[in-house]
């Protein structure tokens, strides 16, 4: 549902809100000087590299950031190049920079990296799951 949410640019990042007529403040939350929007939270942002870098993931990532147009060219492109426990991992790293996203707008909260993700064992599928009640 997250990876969908991503893709079909239905995220509720900041810019999005404000082009919706929510008056919420449009910069990112984390480093307040630009606009939140998927790239700069999932990517372009100093700590979203510090987080791809603790994963092992950011060169990757910087291999292909400068040949793509977008977050979802991006990602696509990642599902056709690397392989399938590669790809998991870096869903599951947006999805982490998602939470902390979340954590810091609503409750004011900086990650502060003393826990980190770590990929499975290659014998054994790790499932993070996540419930909202509305
Ligand atoms: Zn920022």
């Given at each position: 549902?997250?990876?969908?949410r991503?893709?079909?640019?239905c995220l ?123």
């Amino acid at each position: 549902m997250f990876l969908w949410r991503i893709l079909r640019g239905c995220l509720p990042m900041r810019v999005r809100l404000q082009d919706k007529g929510v008056g919420c403040p449009d910069n990112c939350p984390h480093c307040e000087n630009n606009f939140e929007n998927e790239w700069h939270i999932f990517v372009e942002y100093y700590k979203a590299k510090q987080v791809w870098e603790g994963a092992g993931l950011w060169d990757i990532i910087e291999a292909l950031i400068n040949n793509v147009a977008s977050l979802n060219d991006l990602i696509f492109t990642i599902f056709r190049s690397q392989p399938q426990k590669k790809v998991l991992e870096i869903v599951m790293m947006l999805w982490c920079l998602w939470k902390r996203r979340n954590k810091k707008i609503w409750e004011d909260k900086d990650s502060n990296n003393r826990t980190r993700w770590q990929p499975s064992p290659d014998e054994e599928l790790k499932c993070n799951v996540e419930a909202a009640i509305f």
